[in-house]
């Protein structure tokens, strides 16, 4: 199989509408049904919404956890309110990767977690890429999209989506099983 891949000279915000678009382009060429997004404030989430408004597709929308909303910024009302009324679907919830109790316990005590170093892998490719596979994993675990199907994660680099993977997702408790499909952008 031959599948085109977009790189971005730089991250950032910057690349959330093209990352839509082709989002929007593979997830009809694989009949994908569900679209997770990574979201601050519900601004992305609601762009996905608007450039997949006449597609069959479900989008989950992931904030940050609670315990970061004063560093990183939270959920606006009105963009989340907006974004519901297009069907979307928010998740606020334990960041699987990082920001999870045995981050904590690292920050406590030193060294570095199992999920840090799995979560810093990941890195090595872009930020996007492991927030991507994190979101799905969260969405997995919180019962909003189903394990067997593929699905497209979208995540980026601070705000904005740069990234887009299509996933085929796990659970927590079985994370390994979840496998990186394809990348069909990221920034180089």
């Known amino acids: 199989m031959k599948q085109q891949i977009t ?76 974004a519901e009324e297009m069907g979307v679907k928010f998740l606020t919830g334990t960041h699987v990767l990082m920001g999870n109790l045995s981050t904590s316990i690292m920050n406590k005590f030193g060294g570095i977690s199992w999920s840090d170093l799995i979560a810093h892998a990941y890195y090595t490719f872009s930020q996007g890429t492991k927030v991507a596979v994190e979101i799905v994993v969260m969405a997995a675990d919180a019962a909003l999209l189903p394990v067997e199907k593929e699905v497209i994660a979208l995540a980026g680099s601070d705000t904005g989506a740069d990234t887009a993977l299509v996933v085929q997702p796990a659970y927590s408790t079985d994370f390994f099983s979840l496998k990186v499909r394809e990348i069909i952008a990221k920034p180089r």
Do not use: C
Not at 22 to 41: D, F, N, S
């Open 7 to 82: 790189y971005f000279p730089e991250p950032g915000k910057a690349n959330t509408d093209e990352v839509l678009k082709l989002a929007a382009q593979r997830a009809k060429e694989l009949g994908i049904k569900h679209i997770v997004v990574a979201t601050t404030t519900g601004e992305t989430a609601l762009k996905a919404a608007e450039t997949m408004k006449d597609q069959d597709v479900k989008i989950i929308g992931v904030t940050l956890h609670a315990g970061i909303w004063e560093k990183y910024g939270s959920p606006h009302p009105d963009k989340v309110k907006r």
